[in-house]
C-alpha cells in the first residue's frame, strides 16, 4: 500500500509540476497557434500578452517592416497579412518597447549574426526549394581543419549518395558575410534545402559545398569556440590573412573528400564580405577556381589609392588570362554597395574582362542572397 500511494505521488507530481527552465519542456501548456499559413497565402501572427499596452510586427512581409498587432478580448494580439508570395519571410516583436522578441509559439527560429529572428515559408514556387521536400537528402558535416596553424571549424555538405558511393565530386566553396560564420548559409540561406531540392530536379549538378568561417578572430561559431561565450559582431576578416590560409582550405578539402582537383570542376561565390573574399581568392588563385561568384560583394576594402588600382588591374588581367567559365555579379538595385559594385563593373569593361550580371530589386538581404545561389548553383559544372 505505500509503494501505491508513493507512486501515486509521483504521478500527480508529474503532472502538476511545471518544469524550470533546466528541465525537458514536456508539458509545457496548449497556447496560441503562430504563425499560421492559410490557404491563400496569408499569414495570421499571433502573440499571447495580455498585459501588454502595445505589441509591434517587425518583419520583412510588410511595407515598411513595423505594423501595429490588435488586442483581442482573450488577450491575444494578432495581425493578418495580405496574401504573399512563395518565399520565406522572419519576423519579431517588440511588446511595449522591448524589441527583438522571438515568437514564443514557434520552434522555427534562424540566427543571423548576433539577432534571432522566427521565420515561415509560403509553399509554392521559391518557397518549395527553400522547405525540405520528399527527395534524397545530402549529408551536413561540421569539421575541424588545420589553417595557419589553428584549427578551424568548416560545414561540409555531400549530396546524397556519396557516402555509399566511389565517384568524385566538384566543389563549391561558399563564403559568409561580415559577422557571419560557418553556420550563416545552413542557418538562414538554406542551403541544404536548396542544393537537395536543385540536385534532385536535375537542375544543379551533383557538388560538395564548403563553408568555412571567413572572420580569423574566431575559429568557429559561436558555441562551438574554446574562445568562451563570445556574442557575435559585425566584424570580419578583410586584411588578407583569409585569404593567405584559402590554399590550405582546397588542399585539405581535396585531400579529405573525393573531389574533382581541377579548375572547371571548382567554384567559389560568397555574399558581401565573402564577395569580396571570393573576389580575392580568385585572383589570388586563378589557376584554381573557374567559376566565380559576387553577391553583393564588397569590392574597395583594404589598400587604397592609385596604387590599390594598379596591383587590382594587374590580379584582374593575369585572372582573366586563364578564362574563366563563369564570373557572375548579382546585386540588389537597392542595396548600399550597388555603386561600388557599378564602378568595379566599369574597371572590368575597361580591362576587357568577361563576366555576367544580375541585377535584382531589394538591398542586402539574404532574400536576394538566396535567390542567387539556386541560380548561380544551376550555372555550375554542366558537362
Known sequence: MNKLRILLSV???????????????????????????????????????????????KCDFVSGGNVAMQRTDDG??????????????????????????????????????????????????????????????GTLSRVWVPMSGHERRMVVYTPAGYERGKGKYPVLYLLHGMGGDEEAWVATG????????????GKAEPMIVVMTNGC???VA???????????????????????????????WVDATYRTIAKPEKRAIAGLSMGGFHAMQISKHYPEMFDYVGLFSAAIFRGESGVEMYEKLEQRLLRQFEHEPKLYWIAIGSGDFLYDENVEYRELLDRLGCKYTYRESTGGHEWRN??????????????K
Not at 18 to 34: C, E, H
Not at 190 to 199: F, T
Not at 238 to 243: I, K, N, S
Not at 370 to 380: D, N, P, V
Open 76 to 137: 491575444v494580439w494578432e495581425y493578418r497579412s495580405e496574401p504573399l508570395a512563395s518565399e520565406l519571410y522572419c519576423y519579431r516583436f517588440s511588446i511595449d518597447g522591448m524589441a527583438d522578441i522571438v515568437d514564443p509559439a514557434s520552434s522555427y527560429v534562424m540566427r543571423d549574426v548576433g539577432s534571432l529572428m522566427s521565420y515561415f515559408i509560403v509553399a509554392g514556387e521559391r518557397g518549395d526549394l527553400y522547405a525540405p521536400q520528399g527527395v534524397k537528402h
Open 190 to 201: 538554406r542551403v541544404v534545402e536548396i542544393m537537395d531540392n536543385l540536385i534532385a530536379s
Open 221 to 251: 561559431a559561436p558555441g562551438y569556440s574554446e574562445e568562451g561565450m563570445f556574442r557575435p559582431y559585425m566584424s570580419g576578416s578583410m586584411d588578407g590573412t583569409f585569404e593567405a590560409m584559402f590554399k590550405d582550405v582546397v588542399e
Open 216 to 218: 580569423s578572430k574566431h
Open 11 to 57: 504521478l500527480v507530481a508529474l503532472v502538476t509540476f511545471t518544469p524550470l527552465s533546466a528541465q525537458q519542456n514536456l508539458w509545457q501548456a496548449k497556447g496560441v497557434t503562430s504563425p499560421e499559413v492559410l490557404d491563400d497565402g496569408s499569414v495570421v501572427v499571433r502573440l499571447y500578452a495580455p498585459e501588454a499596452k502595445s505589441v509591434v510586427l
Open 369 to 382: 542572397w538566396r535567390i542567387y545561389l539556386c541560380e548561380f548553383a544551376q550555372m555550375l559544372f554542366k
